[in-house]
C-alpha cells in the first residue's frame, strides 16, 4: 500500500497515518487522496518545489511506514500527548533517548499535591514546611534535571515548563526555610503582599503556557488550567489575607497533583508493563486537529 505526501511538510505527516497507538491510544488521521489532487493543482515553479515520494506501509497491521527506502515504525512520530509533555505534533528528535517528561511530572505533582494537602489543613495539619525538602529536592532539583533532559530530546514546551517550575519551587522552598526573609518586610502583611505578587508573577507564565496546550488532550489542558486556578486563588488569598482563599488554592493543587500524576503515568504505562484498559486514552481537545493557519 502507498501514497503519495509532502516531504516537506514533516510536521503534519503524524495526522496523516491512520493508525492507532496501542501505546497511548492516540488515534490518527488518515490519508487523504485530496493532497495528490492539491499536487495536481500545482504548475510551474510551485510544482517544482514540491518534494514527493511514496510511502509504502508494511507488518501484520501496517504499523511500519518506508520513506525513501527507510523504514520508520508509526510510535515514531510525536504527537500531542501529556505523557510526553508535548502540546502539539512534533517530528522525532534526533536524539533516542528515555522519556523525561514522567520524571518532571511526578516530581511536581507530588510537590504539588503536598502543599494542596496542607493548605486545606489535612490531618490538622497547618503549617507546609513539611513540604520544604520536596519543594527543593522533587519540585526544584529532580524537575531541573528533567528540564535539561528535555532539551537534550528537543522538547522546548517541556524544557520550558520544568527549567522554569524547578526555579518556582526552589523559590516557594526558600521562602519557608528559618533564613529571615520576611524580616526585611516591616510587617507580616507587607510580607503576605510580596509572596501574592510573587505567586501572581507565575500565574501569568502559567496562563502563557495553557494557551500552548489548546490543541493538546484534554487531561494535559486540564492540568495546566487547574494550575493556573490553584495560582490565582493562592495570590489571591495573600493579596486579601483570607485564608478560605488560600483553601481553595490548596484544593486546586491537589487537583493539579493529581492530573499531574494521571499525565506522567500515561508516559512510562505500556502495554509491556501493564493491562492495556490500565493505560490513559489520549482524548484531544476539540478542533485539535484543523489548521488555523
Not at 151 to 157: C, G, K, P, R
Amino acid at each position: 500500500m502507498s501514497h503519495i505526501v509532502d516531504l516537506e511538510n514533516g510536521y503534519s505527516l503524524e495526522h496523516q497515518l491512520s493508525h492507532r497507538s496501542k501505546t497511548h491510544g492516540i488515534e490518527e488521521e488518515a490519508i487523504e487522496s485530496s493532497n495528490a489532487s492539491n499536487i495536481q493543482g500545482l504548475t510551474g515553479d510551485e510544482a517544482s518545489d514540491v518534494k514527493l515520494a511514496k510511502v509504502e506501509t508494511s507488518g501484520t497491521h501496517g504499523e511500519y511506514i518506508h520513506i525513501a527506502g527507510v523504514k520508520y515504525h508509526k510510535d515514531d512520530f510525536m504527537s500531542a500527548f501529556g505523557g510526553t509533555l508535548n502540546p502539539g505534533s512534533a517530528p522525532i528528535p534526533s536524539r533516542r533517548f528515555a522519556n523525561a517528561a514522567p520524571i518532571g511530572l511526578f516530581s511536581f505533582s507530588i510537590t504539588c499535591f503536598i502543599l494542596g494537602m496542607c493548605l486545606v489543613n489535612a490531618r490538622g495539619v497547618h503549617a507546609p514546611n513539611v513540604m520544604v525538602g520536596c519543594a527543593l529536592f522533587g519540585g526544584g532539583l529532580v524537575e531541573f534535571v528533567a528540564g535539561i533532559w528535555e532539551i537534550v530530546a528537543e522538547n522546548t514546551f517541556a524544557a520550558t515548563v520544568f527549567l522554569c517550575f524547578s526555579c518556582f519551587w526552589w523559590s516557594w522552598g526558600m521562602l519557608h526555610l528559618p533564613i529571615g526573609i520576611d524580616q526585611y518586610y516591616e510587617t507580616p502583611d507587607e510580607f503576605s503582599q510580596a509572596v501574592g505578587l510573587f505567586l501572581m508573577g507565575w500565574f501569568i507564565f502559567a496562563i502563557l503556557m495553557t494557551l500552548c496546550t489548546v490543541k493538546a488532550t484534554v487531561a494535559f489542558f486540564l492540568l495546566f488550567c487547574s494550575l493556573d486556578l490553584a495560582l490565582i486563588f493562592l495570590a489571591s488569598g495573600h493579596f486579601m489575607n483570607n485564608p478560605k482563599l488560600s483553601q481553595a488554592g490548596g484544593a486546586f493543587c491537589i487537583s493539579t497533583g493529581l492530573l499531574g500524576c494521571y499525565n506522567g503515568f500515561g508516559g512510562v504505562a505500556t502495554p509491556q508493563s501493564t493491562f492495556t484498559w490500565i493505560i490513559p486514552r489520549a482524548i484531544m481537545m476539540p478542533g485539535a486537529h484543523k489548521k488555523d493557519y
